[in-house]
């Protein structure tokens, strides 16, 4: 679950995959993976998207459209911290098969 925390989640999710403890369990390397992607998706629409909207002129639907992609990746957080709490094993669309790929590699 501590690797979908929003903003903070890619922390514990390099322990994970930094930890020989967590070598052998798929399970949790996968949440730890896909917890690191959607971090990475969060960068990519903070640091990419969302300063090239801002130097758009007005009236600019861009600015709509990151806050909106803002918004889904932070529930897609919310939505994997509930799922992880259920023990279910939710694949993310795009992420999860990165995830799931990276997993398998691992082995």
Not at 18 to 46: C, M, T
Request: proline residues 7%.
């Amino acid at each position: 679950m501590l690797c979908y925390i929003p903003v903070l989640g890619w922390i514990p999710a390099v322990i994970v995959l930094a930890s020989p403890r967590f070598r052998e369990d798929r399970n949790v390397r996968f949440h730890a993976f896909q917890g690191l992607y959607l971090f990475v998706v969060w960068l990519i629409i903070d640091w990419v998207l969302a300063p090239f909207s801002h130097a758009m002129p007005r009236p600019n639907p861009m600015r709509a459209m990151t806050g909106l992609m803002h918004a889904i990746v932070f529930g897609a957080w919310i939505w994997m911290i509930v799922k992880t709490a259920q023990e279910e094993t939710y694949h993310l669309p795009v992420v999860g098969d990165l995830a799931e790929r990276s997993v398998a590699e691992q082995r």
